[in-house]
Nanobody, 123 residues
Framework: QVQLVESGGGLVQAGDSLRLSCAASGRTFSSYAMGWFRQAPGKEREFVAAISPSGGFTSYADSVKGRCTISRDNAKNTAYLQMNSLKPEDTAVYSC????????????????WGQGTQVTVSS
């Protein structure tokens, strides 16, 4: 069982930066791939970024590529999403998720989810 808690969301202006954190419980964090997803009002949940258990592999949605960086610190049981040059269309609830070993882009592939943190970008 893995419990995930996100933090770091907030209200920012277009062009600003935010770093989201995802703190995980348990002693096996280093065996889990981590993903970040977002869901805007009236829209389906969409993939943002994913990282392998070691951190050696990352993938990004085209909409955030070059603006976002996913990372992790296995010693702290925490994953991060650094978001730069934020746009109003980035406004959404951002959630982290965990699954064993292999990163994936499909939400259904993940077994554990956090409650989400709101990111609002004003123009």
């Amino acid at each position: 069982q893995v419990q995930l808690v996100e933090s770091g969301g907030g209200l920012v202006q277009a062009g600003d930066s935010l770093r989201l954190s995802c703190a995980a419980s348990g002693r096996t964090f280093s065996s889990y791939a981590m993903g970040w997803f977002r869901q805007a009002p009236g829209k389906e949940r969409e993939f943002v970024a994913a990282i392998s258990p070691s951190g050696g592999f990352t993938s990004y949605a085209d909409s955030v590529k070059g603006r976002c960086t996913i990372s992790r610190d296995n010693a702290k049981n925490t994953a991060y999403l650094q978001m730069n040059s934020l746009k109003p269309e980035d406004t959404a609830v951002y959630s982290c998720a965990a699954r064993r070993y292999i990163p994936a882009q499909a939400p259904a592939a993940y077994d554990y989810w956090g409650q989400g943190t709101q990111v609002t970008v004003s123009s």
